[in-house]
């Protein structure tokens, strides 16, 4: 048991539904962060969910992206990730990291920049329950998630490059099949940031892709940033490196 080698150092942060603290192994001083869910705000199965969706999220993507860090874990129902700071980057910065994610497969929900972090390993994402495998089937089964990440581009458009054509594909993935919300699951605190150690070696190799996201309707009304919580999709990692959907005639150029 990884916990049981390790002290508590300090309490991070915490919001309604949880809380992230800081742990450091006795014997390696290798340091954690460790999210913890409060189970007496919702119903606990929805917190076991969430915290598997954000290990699978991070295993999976620190495995296409070939990242040799140790991979997350859950103990005691306590998510274990590796812990590290870093600085926050700009706007400016994330929209050309958006652009390399998605070549590499992955949109993210909620793009804004206390949920990336400059490391000494380089700019990665830190808030693994907003990533999402666009080659996903639970993804593209999953109205929800769909609408929110399709939104990031209203919500956020200073993370999206003008002319990339990033934006318009993210608006691709917009869903017109009706979604019913528990109204418990309306306003949300932002849960605090897990910083993570990510090698700066990343390889983002270009991806030439032949599929295509279904025509939708982008002039539905988009959902209200930050009305309803991005963190508690399925999400159900592949086993390949992803290809990513794009556009007809769409070119995503990479500054």
Known sequence: ????????????????????????????????????????????????????????????FIDVMKIPVEKAIIEDGKLIMPFFTGKEPTWEEIQDYLLKMYQSGFVMSDPKPNNFMHTQYGLMPIDFGAVFDVNDQAFMKNPLARNF?????????????????????????????????????????????????LPASVSHSPVQSTSHVAEVNVDAAPIKPGSLSPHAFFKSPRKEPAVPPVAPGLQIQVG
């Open 1 to 60: 048991m990884l916990l049981k080698s390790c002290k508590l150092i300090k309490k991070l942060g915490a919001g309604r539904f949880g809380s992230v603290s800081l742990y450091e192994d006795n014997l390696t001083h290798q340091q954690y962060a460790v999210k913890e869910f409060f189970t007496t705000n919702a119903k606990s199965n929805e917190f076991i969910s969430t915290t598997i969706s954000e290990k699978d999220n991070f295993n999976h």
């Open 149 to 197: 990440t399709a939104n990031a581009v209203f919500g956020y458009s200073q993370a999206f490059k003008t002319g990339s054509g990033l934006g318009a594909t993210y608006i691709k993935l917009h869903s017109d099949e009706l979604v019913v919300v528990d109204d418990e699951s309306n306003g949300l605190d932002e849960e605090e940031s897990i910083v993570l150690m």
